[in-house]
């Protein structure tokens, strides 16, 4: 049965809230009095619609409907999840919550506040166990971490529940495990954005190359080993031991500004913005929404060929949207969405990417025989040893594709496989792969017959092929 989701504010965080539930399936409800919401949400849609797909190796499911209400009450009636993102204003959450248990006594509702304790929220509310914070990170469709805050009034029964919920849509659930201004992540935002305001208002440096500080240096350590473990390598073979015993002492040195702020004056907000109009001004928002996107993206999906960090995240989820091919003549075996690191220097797929995504339809194809990977760690699989590919439309990234295949060949060692690809917006043929494998033992690296029931499942599709 399809869930549905509420969204309770239609800005920046709201539309990602949105985009995330509903291109995971889920039915989406938004409601804002703001009459531009559902133009807002509109363009966040656009983007997740663009990049979302592109992290994995399947087709996501069918998208869920999105629902614009006109009364708070509308929206949340009957639904499994309530996502409040309205402004950081405690009365008005407080309201919010309100009209919330009232329309729909028990649900659970998830806050996406960045500095408000669950116990503030909780405050006057009719049902505080069902109350929580689940704080998401811009874009909320890409970046996983979700940082569940219960107070010790919130139900467990809830909290294992909305663990569950937003696990299902790929994200990752951090339980804190004490209540705190601003949780966990944003503590440590806060403590560099501090310091980067000192540095520009002394003029040490400008946004720019602050930034480049971070993107071309420990930012990207941190993408994928986070702060301890980025440590640990650095104490060298004596570990995290000899890293504390070795630059612990520094903690004395005054480098830093933590326990101070720079005041906030005109000046300072003119400087800044000033500096940052000169490093990205010439990019719309959207233009950099864009090119933040297709950068996570690209290195996301490193992470998720290395199985590290949150590539090994997106792998997990990507498992509950694959399912065998069926049995049809053709056979689809792979739906996916280019992703934008397969395109070159033309701005079109490199060629050898159409070898992969044949490769992974043959792959499909395997597991529907049984030739899965239990059978492999047994020591037996298929080996291609000869493939022609003709190139016959651009493919570009972001686009929907499928792969139609026909085993043309499947007695005793040998399957051979005939592929089509096709745009699946209008079923146009971009390219064609006719590839040859033989049955191999893993053991001796030589050929030799498949298992009876291997062996028989690729008899019954060549057969059925043949038919056509």
Known sequence: MTKTATIIGGGVIGGGWAARFLLNGWNVRVFDPDPQAERKISEVMANARHALPMLYDCAMPAEGALTFCSSMAEAVEGV????????????????????????????????????????????????????????????????????????EATSEAAVELAEKHLTSVGLYPLRVRKEIDAHIADRFLEAVWREALWLVKDGIATTDEIDNAIRYGFGIRWAQMGLFETYRVAGGEAGMRHFMAQFGPALKWPWTKLMDVPEFTDELVDLIAGQSDAQSGHLTIRELERKRDDNLIAMMRALKQQGNAAGSLILDHQKTLKSLPEAANPMVSTRRTIPVDWTDINGHMNEGRYGQLFSDAAEEVMAYVGADEAYIAGGLSYFTVETTVKYIAETHAGEDVVVETRVTQGEGKKLRCFHEMKRASDGELMATCDQFMLHVSLETRRTCDPADHVKAKVEALAALHAEG
Not at 94 to 113: C, R
Not at 137 to 146: D, E, G, K, Q, S
């Open 80 to 151: 499994d999840w309530v996502q409040e993102s309205v402004s950081e204003r405690l009365e008005l959450k407080h309201k919010v919550f309100a009209e919330i248990q009232a329309a729909n006594p028990g649900v659970i509702i998830g806050s996406s506040t960045s500095g408000f304790k669950p116990s503030e929220l909780q405050e006057g509310a009719q049902d505080p166990g069902q109350i929580m914070v689940t704080h998401p990170f811009n874009p909320v469709y890409l970046l996983p971490l979700i940082e569940v805050v219960p107070s």
